[in-house]
């Protein structure tokens, strides 16, 4: 990752997924924005790791802030060779009982943002016949788990957003990869322990994986992003202790 520049969305929850991406890039030589929508939380984790990590107040349910973010990194730095689409979250609750704001809150959250930060580094990566893009998915996105319709359904679409933009762009010299993590982070275990059906997924979890850590979810992010993977492309790479292969099956109690 020497001299390689790099956006991380969502990269300012200490503690977190997006964070850990950014601390192991930086370690391994790269310059990195740290894009968050809280510029103090981006600020928090940049500061410690020095002058090549920038932190960026980022909105990415907005089109125009996301495709500010890339272009005045683009201005500044002269490309983009990574940019990793990190911002997650949910507001838990089963189907039958979703809003339609949570619906289109927990989408454009996850899924829109999604392509807004594909279409922009597309956008710059194709001009210059290079790039890897990251996308963070979830094991809720290929089976369903009680509480989650709406956050899997947008993660489902994130998988195949993924393979899509694969196919359409590695001709372009563009690869595009997803993630699906399993890691202990306190979005997580807020849900796991504040709702039913979250304590009933934790126990299933239990019996077939450990909730990994942040760190080893970055050590992936750091092979899609290298060199090392450039054979590497419309991936959905697991990263979650064997979880997947459990997902559909996961013993939660039903009403």
Not at 85 to 99: A, C, D, H, Q, Y
Not at 112 to 120: L, N, Q
Not at 165 to 179: L, P, Y
Request: charged residues 20%; negative net charge; contains cysteine.
């Amino acid at each position: 990752m020497s001299d390689k520049i790099a956006i991380v969305t969502g990269g300012g929850g200490e503690g977190g997924i997006g964070a850990a991406i950014v601390e192991r890039f930086i370690q391994e030589g790269a310059t990195v924005v740290v894009a968050d929508i809280d510029l103090k939380k981006a600020e928090g984790v940049a500061r410690p790791l020095g002058e090549r990590a920038i932190p960026w107040q980022c909105d990415v349910t907005s089109s125009d802030a996301v495709n500010k973010l890339v272009s005045e990194t683009v201005s500044r730095s002269g490309r983009l060779d990574v940019f990793v689409n990190n911002v997650g979250f949910t507001l838990p609750g089963r189907i039958v009982e979703l809003s339609d704001a949570v619906w289109d809150t927990v989408i454009a959250g996850n899924l829109t943002s999604t392509f807004y930060g594909v279409r922009a580094a597309l956008q710059q990566m194709r001009r210059q016949k290079s790039g890897s893009i990251i996308n963070i998915a979830s094991a809720a996105g290929i089976g369903g788990a009680p509480g989650l319709g709406v956050y899997g359904a947008a993660k489902a679409g994130v998988i195949n957003l993924t393979q899509s933009a694969a196919v359409e762009n590695f001709k372009a010299g563009v690869r595009v990869n997803a993630i699906l993590p399993n890691a202990a982070t306190k979005p997580l275990l807020e849900w796991f322990e504040s709702t039913p059906d979250g304590r009933d997924t934790k126990a299933a979890i239990e019996n077939y994986a450990r909730c990994g850590a942040p760190h080893e979810i970055a050590a992936a992010a750091l092979f899609l992003a290298s060199a090392d993977s450039s054979y590497v492309n419309g991936a959905v790479l697991p990263v979650d202790g064997g979880l997947s292969a459990r997902v559909g099956c996961v013993d939660a109690k039903i009403d």
